[in-house]
């Protein structure tokens, strides 16, 4: 499993993310609002030359409305400019639905074509509520060909039709709620069902703009369209990671990560070569010298050599083996994994190590049963070794098993009272467990027990900032920074910095700050994660929509594993959907900005 300090770089990255899985809605439009920012908008029926739109442009707020324009003005109604000779329609007496129906389309007057439209609608909607919906359609077909103008009811009701035949024509799904949204660019049931008739065609993207704008022009009013939102995200997201990991180069994470991953297991003597080494024999013990000094690149580049030269012994092959599914394993290649610890327990089935970390592979995969069974296998292969208890426990803490965690970090102390990491668990196992008072003395006793490590203290600050004593944790934070830049590593571990800016920002709500502390650990760290996510947070809460975009981005390519980039993308889309939303309806901002202040009162 990964350690204590690789964990809390995802639980920085849950943090900055809460407020979102908290305040969907209020986020949905707060970044929204922020986007009015971006300018360049433009409507998102720009073309449209329908009634819909002509009626929003022809008001002006503090002025009496415009009388209505008629035949008699001197410009007219744009209907009325297709027949200038004939400026006054002729009266004739009222007809019958079939008198009408009867009469050519050309020597109809206006109300005579309305009134038969009306007609094909009504026709229409029966057959739709008699699930006939081929008639329906043709009926709404005439309708429109009829009507003396376009409207959008027409075809909003014929892509209902198209939606339920048998199979659906989604395409004419989409092309009428086009034409109906050109009409009305307000109009939820087009939009609705083009979200959906989009979907069904795997253009997410597009979808999630529809529903998005769906569920702001509704007010989130409408769970099933917030549901939807969420799907689409959910599907479009899957897709893009996907085609991402297919062509995407196997890689290492971030330093901070790695260095965090390897802390969690307690050092160990390389193995002892044979009297003769062979070329592989020597290169691994390059590899594992590279490892020692934290050279992880030359490390993963020595250790595939040695495998590829050839190894004399088992043993040897088994740390190998070991060594190269660690690295395949920080790089998402979760199969791979598997595949070389499992030779290397096979190898040497009491290497208890390869036991420990093909559990987390396990873990990853959901099989909590099967890591469960490594530790068993490990514990009797060495009873006394204080890695399996730490590692079980932090899987146990995982399924929020906490007193079963906490049970496990203390039996690893018992064994190894000089591992940080099972004293620093153990306080906060109790903490998740209520028990406050007890786990803050567990830390104080760990700072001072260990008071040359940076880690208690960043911890113990993770908690006081749980807790919203602010200034109390940025103090922690500040010292868990000086420990780290006095340890002389190639390297200091950046997480404090992290946490440092978010306690800044909740305390104070000063932007400037926080990101001073993110930008200063991305200069030490360009690669860690947890940096860029806070960073993409800060940046939609000033406004700079287009630099929270880029941000998410960076953040999808550190994904180390499908579910965190799908994540990272998740979020960069959800922003580019929002944005799209402002730049179709900028005359929407006024209003977005007192629904945001509602939320925000509320959450």
């Known amino acids: ?104 389309v050309e020597v109809m007057s206006i109300k005579e074509r309305a009134q038969l439209a009306a007609e094909y609608k009504l026709k ?22 009829v009507s003396p103008k376009a409207e959008p009811v027409f075809y909003s009701n014929r892509a209902a039709c ?64 917030g549901e939807a939102v969420e799907r689409v995200l959910k599907s479009v997201a899957s897709q893009r990671a996907n085609e991402i990991l297919t062509g995407r180069d196997p890689r290492l994470p971030s330093f901070t990560f790695i260095n965090a991953y390897f802390a969690a297991f307690r050092p160990r003597a390389h193995p002892e070569l044979p009297e003769n080494p062979s ?26 050599e040695a495998l590829e030269q050839g190894l004399s012994t088992d043993v040897l092959k088994a740390e ?45 995969q959901s099989a909590p049963e099967q890591a469960f069974k490594c530790f068993e296998d490990a514990i009797q292969h060495n009873p006394n070794d204080p890695d399996i208890y730490y590692h079980r426990g932090q899987v146990l803490f995982i399924l929020n098993q906490f007193k079963e965690a906490a049970d496990n970090y203390t039996k690893s102390t018992e064994l190894d009272k000089d591992f940080v990491f099972s004293h620093i668990q153990y306080a906060v196992a109790e903490y998740k467990q209520g028990q406050t008072a007890k786990s803050m003395a567990s830390f104080r006793r760990t700072m001072t027990a260990f008071p040359d490590r940076a880690e208690p203290y960043n911890y113990y600050g993770e908690l006081l900032l749980d807790q919203q004593r602010y200034q109390d944790a940025v103090e922690k934070f500040d010292r868990a920074i000086e420990i780290e830049k006095n340890k002389g590593t190639p390297v200091p571990n950046v997480l404090s910095l992290v ?15 926080a990101e001073e502390c993110c930008t200063e650990a991305l200069a030490i760290d360009p690669e860690c994660d947890a940096a860029v996510a806070t960073l993409a947070q800060l940046s939609l809460q000033q406004g700079r929509i287009d630099k929270a975009v880029e941000w998410f981005g960076k953040q999808a390519e550190l994904a180390r594993t499908e579910p965190e980039l799908v994540n990272a993308l998740t979020y960069e889309y959800a922003t580019r959907s929002q944005v799209e939303f402002l730049k179709n309806y900028p005359e929407m901002a006024g209003q977005l900005s007192q629904i945001a202040s509602t939320m925000g009162a509320q959450v």
């Open 499 to 513: 946490n440092k800016g978010l306690a800044l920002y909740q305390w104070r709500q000063d932007l400037a700050p």
């Open 279 to 304: 070329t592989g024999d020597e290169t691994l013990e390059k590899a594992l010298g590279a490892l020692d000094a934290s050279d992880y690149q030359h490390a993963v580049t020595l250790v595939n």
């Open 124 to 145: 229409g909607n029966n057959a739709y509520q008699g699930r006939k919906f081929s008639d329906a359609a043709e009926l709404y077909t005439k309708a429109i060909e």
């Open 320 to 364: 190998a083996l070991n060594l190269r599914g660690t690295f395949k394993f920080l790089m998402g290649d979760v199969p791979g994994a598997k595949t070389d610890l499992q030779t290397s327990i096979d190898l040497v089935p009491s290497f208890t190590q390869s036991l420990v970390k093909i559990a987390s592979v396990y873990m990853e």
């Open 1 to 104: 499993m990964s350690s204590t300090s690789s964990e809390t770089a995802t639980g920085i990255v849950e943090r900055v993310q809460m407020f979102v899985a908290e305040n969907k809605k209020a986020v949905l439009v707060g970044t929204a609002v922020a986007a009015v920012a971006v300018g360049g908008a433009v409507y998102y029926a720009s073309s449209s030359k329908g009634s819909g739109d002509k009626k929003k442009r022809g008001k002006s707020s503090g002025t009496a409305p415009k009388k209505k324009k008629t035949v008699k003005d001197r410009d007219g109604p744009l209907l009325e400019e297709r027949k200038p000779k004939a400026p006054v329609e002729e009266e004739r007496p009222d007809l019958t639905a079939e008198q009408i129906e009867a009469l050519p």
């Open 162 to 225: 198209y939606m339920n035949l048998s199979p659906p024509k989604y395409e004419l799904v989409v092309a009428d709620c086009d034409k109906a949204l050109e009409l009305d660019t307000h109009y939820l049931k087009a939009m609705n069902r083009r979200a959906t008739a989009l979907e069904a065609l795997q253009r997410y993207q597009e979808a999630l703009r529809d529903f998005t704008a769906s569920a702001i022009l509704d007010k989130f009013n409408n769970k099933a369209t």
